[in-house]
């Protein structure tokens, strides 16, 4: 069983900046795939950014060039640094992770880019 924990969400401005973490319960966490997905009011969830155990990335197309996804493998943690923040970044961002067909979500964590 993982439990992931998000923070980092707040209120910015346009063309601002945000981190988001996720922090993870568990063991073998650098064996799992995970990433950062988002949901807007009205709107399917959708994946943001994903990270595997090997480092590789991926992202969405919306967001490439702006955000970077990490993890630190040492402290359960993966990252989502956000910059050049649109207005239409605007949804809760989720943490995910992913290992032997069994899928964890966190509570998600509110991103609004509002001036």
């Known amino acids: 069983q993982v439990q ?13 900046s945000l981190r988001l973490s996720c922090v993870a319960s568990g063991s073998a966490f650098s064996l799992y795939a995970t990433g ?37 493998n040492a402290k359960n943690t993966v990252y989502l640094q956000m910059n050049s923040l ?8 989720y943490c995910h992770a992913y290992r ?8 998600g964590t509110q991103v609004t880019v509002s001036s």
């Open 36 to 72: 950062w997905y988002r949901q807007a009011p009205g709107r399917q969830r959708e994946l943001v950014a994903g990270i595997i155990s090997d480092g590789s990335t991926d992202y969405a197309d919306s967001v490439k060039g702006r955000f970077t996804i990490s993890r630190d």
């Open 4 to 16: 992931l924990v998000e923070s980092g969400g707040g209120l910015v401005q346009p063309g601002g």
């Open 86 to 93: 649109k207005p239409e970044d605007t949804a809760v961002y």
């Open 100 to 107: 032997r067909s069994r899928a964890y979500w966190g509570q």
